[in-house]
């Protein structure tokens, strides 16, 4: 059990954390909502209530979508644009799909490969992309559900206001809506430009996101091997 829990500390790890995070934007998020209430002469909800309400899920939803596209986007790029100096790139001239012997699909698979790898049909093109794939899905559908969870808060302040609801487009096509957009949007690119271009100078000794503590600040990871 012990072996098996150190082979999959980092997943776990960061799987108690986001737990823990998540758990603590709930009750933060919860006392936030209660004070504007009783502020607004209103009554305090449950736990359950906001957890379940769209002020909570457009709050999670906002993040969420913001995280999966700036995987999906790094993923796409670093397939065909490359950053000397950069373990977070490929090295300059290795740009592309790469062979299918580099690769190890089709008949250059390993006997232990998995099962779609080793297909020459359309299996293999869609688990060839599947990460790709599964990240642009939960981007759209994360950003899918905070423009609806948006429109229901959106609206709540509206009536509020005296003001007429909006339609969901109307509300997708907002100001309010791009405004909690790109300001997740700008803070995510500004991470992974940083992380791209301080890993060339900059070292962590023994992380898998760092080059080597003396590798040349112009050679990628593995350029010296």
Do not use: C
Request: net charge negative; no cysteine.
């Amino acid at each position: 059990m012990s072996k098996a829990i150190r082979n999959q500390a980092l997943g776990i790890g960061f799987a108690i954390l986001f737990i823990g995070a998540l758990i603590g934007q709930s009750l933060a998020g919860l006392a936030v909502y209660n004070d504007d209430q009783t502020l607004h002469g209103s009554s305090p909800v449950g736990y359950w209530d906001f957890v379940t309400s769209s002020n909570f899920v457009v709050d999670v939803a906002e993040n969420w979508q913001s995280e999966y596209l700036q995987f999906f986007l790094f993923i796409l790029a670093t397939v065909w644009l490359v950053q000397r100096g950069s373990p977070e790139s490929k090295k300059p001239g290795d740009e592309g799909l790469d062979s299918d012997e580099n690769q190890m699909v089709g008949r250059f698979a390993k006997p232990n490969s998995p099962k779609w790898a080793k297909d020459n049909g359309w299996r293999r093109h869609v688990y060839s992309n599947s990460l790709l794939l599964v990240m642009g899905t939960v981007f759209l559908l994360s950003w899918w559900l905070q423009s609806v969870a948006g429109t229901v808060v959106f609206n709540a302040d509206q009536v509020s206001h005296g003001q007429p609801e909006v339609k969901w487009i109307e509300y997708a096509t907002s100001a309010d809506f791009w405004d909690r957009t790109l300001q997740n949007w700008q803070s995510e690119f500004l991470a992974v430009g940083s992380m791209v271009s301080l890993s060339i100078y900059l070292r962590q000794r023994g992380s898998a996101e760092s080059k080597p503590v003396g590798t040349p600040h112009d050679e990628s990871a593995t350029e010296g091997e």
